[in-house]
């Protein structure tokens, strides 16, 4: 009895949570050289929500480790064929008409994409930009409500 209780509890705490739709442009963020991980991709945004959906748009040279990294982290891997950019148009689109979610979250560091955000926006939905430098468009960075800037991992 007591354990349903504690169930209780905590679904009323988490009501008021914020619920975030993410969209990671594969090949444009999950490159070797910036190192950048996914448990450290959710763990920034866990700070601002709860993530619903968490898709990982991958082109068909993606090497199998990636793949099984991506299912791991309990992310949808998207495999398509040449380049990514429209099916992550359409993913995020999906979230943004979806009224279960609250933020858009896009790791890209593209400004082709800037229309997503003006988008999500003035659909209600608060916009998280997830990046890296080198080429962090300046106008993504601008236009979203929340900005994460993750940092290449250091040699040893």
Do not use: C, H, W
Not at 82 to 99: F, K, P, Q, S
Not at 111 to 130: H, M, Q, Y
């Amino acid at each position: 009895m007591r354990r349903v209780i504690a169930k209780i509890l905590k679904r009323e705490e988490e009501e008021g949570e914020k619920t975030i739709g993410l969209i990671i442009d594969g090949p444009n963020i999950l490159r070797k050289e910036f190192g950048i991980k996914l448990e450290d991709i959710k763990a920034a945004l866990e700070k601002i929500g709860k993530i619903r959906v968490a898709k990982v748009v991958l082109n068909q040279y993606a090497p199998q480790g990636l793949i099984e990294a991506v299912v791991n982290q309990g992310f949808e891997p998207i495999i398509v064929a040449g380049d990514t950019d429209v099916r992550v148009a359409i993913e995020a689109m999906e979230l943004i008409y979806n009224a279960d979610i609250d933020v858009l979250a896009l790791a890209t560091r593209d400004a082709d994409f800037l229309p997503l955000i003006s988008e999500a926006k003035r659909r209600g939905k608060e916009t998280v930009i997830i990046g890296i430098e080198p080429g962090f468009s300046v106008a993504l960075q601008n236009a979203a409500d929340y900005i994460i800037k993750m940092e290449k991992k250091g040699e040893d």
